[in-house]
């Protein structure tokens, strides 16, 4: 997969999609796939247009992200798109003028085909939309479609739903509506050896500042390293037992006993378990631990 900066020529024709695609949701797949498939069947490259930072920051907005811009070129890699065109969004970029970004876009690509969601929206104030799309690209021969919502519960699919989720620990719709499991990703850091002592080693990221912030609680996890994946419990939060205040992410991966400190892991979430409780003593905490464990394989066994 090919990263551009926009703005960059492409002698290529190419098939697009317009939008943010912040999380790649059951949605964002559907307008990516469109793209994607008319540029196989045409014998073009796909491509889609994205930001590279969160453009909520430079709107005023404390909303933080699903995925990193780096976790979401994965997720493009792997859909098969050909060509990432990155936008940095900013404050020029927020009072380009409709006319100057479409314009921008025809006279920089050569776009045979166009496709984007229904509430897509650019320029300044949010002033160019799909009917200002459909008369432009009429005019320079640009094949253009725009996709209904894909709704759940009778409700659209969007980023905001699944943002919410996530934060209130329902991982399990979180992740039927991004089609594949929300994960942190990380390099692990030095944790205080207390998973050891009491003989479950384990595992520390910091937690994303610029990322949603997942519920605090225990869940079922898989911790995937090197190519291999492994099942795993993961902590999210302080750890009130041993009176640590401090918030991050701690997995205890299941048959693995290696050292992966300094190593960049990714931890999947598949469901959310249980609170962060305060047990009385060790002994109380590792029969929890050993519930968990057993939780997290008879989930697995099941799924």
């Known amino acids: 997969m090919i990263v551009k900066n926009f703005g960059q020529k492409l002698n290529i024709d190419i098939a697009v999609a317009l939008g943010f695609f912040d999380s790649v949701h059951i949605g964002h797949r559907a307008v990516i796939s469109k793209a994607i498939n008319y540029a196989k069947a045409n014998n073009i490259k796909s491509a889609i247009i994205t930001y590279s930072k969160n453009p909520f920051g430079v709107l005023g907005k404390n909303q933080k992200l699903i995925f990193s811009f780096e976790e979401r070129l994965e997720k493009l890699k792997n859909l098969g798109v050909d060509i990432v065109i990155v936008q940095e969004f900013d404050q020029n970029f927020m009072q380009k003028d409709r006319l100057d970004f479409v314009h921008e876009l025809t006279s920089h690509y050569n776009i045979k085909y166009a496709v984007c969601g229904q509430d897509y929206r650019f320029g300044k104030g949010g002033q160019g939309d799909v009917q200002f799309l459909n008369e432009y690209f009429q005019q320079n021969n640009v094949e253009f479609e725009v996709l209904d919502f894909i709704t759940e519960n009778h409700s659209k699919v969007s980023s905001t739903i699944i943002r919410k989720l996530i934060e209130t620990g329902e991982i399990k719709q979180a992740n039927n509506l991004l089609v594949e499991p929300f994960f942190i990703s990380g390099k692990v850091t030095q944790g205080k050896g207390k998973g050891k002592l009491l003989g479950f080693p384990t595992v520390n990221l910091n937690l994303p500042v610029d990322k949603v912030k997942i519920r605090q609680g225990v869940y079922i996890t898989k911790t995937i390293f090197e190519g291999s994946s492994y099942l795993s419990i993961t902590n999210v939060g302080s750890k009130p037992t041993f009176l640590d205040n401090q918030e991050n992410i701690e997995t ?40 968990d464990i057993q939780a997290a394989k008879d989930y697995f066994r099941r799924n």
Do not use: S
């Not at 003593?281 to 519930?291: C, D, G, H, V």
């Open 252 to 291: 205890h991966i299941l048959d693995y006993e290696g050292n992966l400190y300094n190593h960049n892991i990714k931890v999947e979430f598949y469901e959310y378990l249980r609170p962060t409780y305060t047990f009385e003593n060790q002994e109380q905490l590792i029969a929890q631990l050993k519930a």
